[in-house]
């Protein structure tokens, strides 16, 4: 059975960091893609990042471009955001996601997720 | 980025109703297209994938077709679980976008 669980959601100030994690299960980590998916309160998802299996591929939602991270460790079966000079917009359920990736243009739709972290930046 | 546009926003319906929710893309995406259910407090479920296939597990009541920039998702005859928010995706280019969502709800 395929897990995702998500943490290190919480509360940051304006301008503040923040590093989410990811611990998945059921599954080959390593030969799939993950991406990371928000809602904000009350509103619809947004993509904001996506990685490819190894790890050498990296993707980003123009919104969060030049401040977050993401990155993997194909050894400990983890998935990472780091989120730095997080805004108030940034407030959000981030959820992790297996991705497949359908080939050759390498975009992604999302078929597991798990039940997100709540991430508020607020003063 | 390309956009989706979902209708209704919401919709009322009764249990045993047939549903039918339309999406719309801002350009052609071919048949790259997932919808998603979510409930309140849950994450989002997989449905359908590549505009008209049903992800394993899923229940053969919904049922989802179209390409290019219009797509309907459909369910047969609408269940007390059924009751939640639809999503629709576009994975035809980077950059990849959601509707705004449909509520279902008990009318």
């Known amino acids: 059975e395929v897990q995702l669980l998500e943490s290190g959601g919480g509360l940051v100030q304006p301008g503040g960091s923040l590093r989410l994690s990811c611990a998945a299960s059921g599954f080959t980590f390593s030969s799939y893609a993950m991406s990371w998916v928000r809602q904000a309160p009350g509103k619809g998802l947004e993509w904001v990042s996506a990685?490819?299996?190894?790890?050498?591929?990296?993707y980003y939602a123009d919104s969060v471009k030049g401040r977050f991270t993401i990155s993997r460790d194909n050894s400990k079966n983890t998935l990472y955001l780091q989120m730095n000079s997080l805004r108030a917009e940034d407030t959000a359920v981030y959820y992790c996601?297996?991705?497949?990736?359908?080939?050759?243009?390498?975009?992604?739709?999302?078929?597991?997720w798990g039940q997100g972290t709540l991430v508020t930046v607020s003063s | 980025d390309i956009q989706m546009t979902q209708s209704p926003s919401t919709l009322s319906a009764s249990v045993g109703d047939r549903v039918t929710i339309t999406c719309r893309a801002s350009?052609?995406?071919?048949?790259?297209l997932a919808w998603y259910q979510q409930k309140p407090g849950k994450a989002p479920k997989l449905l359908i994938y590549?505009?008209?296939s049903l992800e394993s597990g899923v229940p053969s009541r919904f049922s989802g077709s179209g390409s290019g920039t219009e797509f309907t998702l459909t369910i047969s005859s609408l269940q007390p679980d059924d009751f939640a928010t639809y999503y629709c995706q576009q994975y035809n280019s980077y950059g990849w976008t959601f509707g705004q969502g449909t509520k279902v709800e008990i009318k």
């Open positions: 996601a297996k991705s497949i990736v359908v080939v050759p243009a390498a975009t992604y739709y999302f078929d597991y």
């Open positions: 990685i490819s299996g190894s790890g050498g591929s990296t």
């Open positions: 350009q052609s995406i071919s048949s790259w």
């Open positions: 590549k505009a008209s």
